[in-house]
């Protein structure tokens, strides 16, 4: 985070910096109201980053509001196949009760990275949530 702090002093609009301590910022921390504008900013520079739509969609995921996050994690993924953008829109369709597009989702993750880390601990907190 430090890291970041310091590449955004130098660069602070430049948007894959502005995504990325917004991203780590609200992973790593409580401030996830605060990495959202970060994340925010860098959308306003790149409106079409499939990055910054994953960001923007798992941070609006880590404030409960999945109903807003989905739209921008379905369009990163289709910009961005890759396995943490599925892990983060199985998640929340999981959260919205629709278990098999989530299953599905995650099974497309695991296609683009067999045995996915990222898919399996979310897998296994949202299994652990529903049959503790």
């Known amino acids: 985070l430090l890291i970041l702090s310091k590449l955004l002093e130098f660069s602070p609009k430049n948007p894959d910096v502005l995504n990325a301590y917004g ?15 970060y994340v925010e900013q860098s959308l306003m520079l790149e409106p079409n980053n499939a990055a910054a739509l994953d960001s923007k969609g798992w941070l609006l995921y880590k404030l409960n509001k999945f109903e807003q996050a989905l739209p921008y994690l379905q369009e990163a993924f289709e910009k961005m196949p890759h396995d943490e953008v ?17 299953n599905d989702v995650w099974n497309r993750g695991f296609e683009l990275q067999p045995d996915s880390p990222i898919i399996i601990e979310i897998k296994k907190i949202l299994e652990v949530s529903v049959n503790p």
């Open 23 to 37: 991203y780590v910022l609200g992973n790593r921390t409580d401030q996830v109201d605060l990495a959202l504008t």
């Open 86 to 102: 599925a892990a983060h829109l199985g998640a929340t369709f999981w959260q919205l009760g629709q278990i098999e597009k989530a």
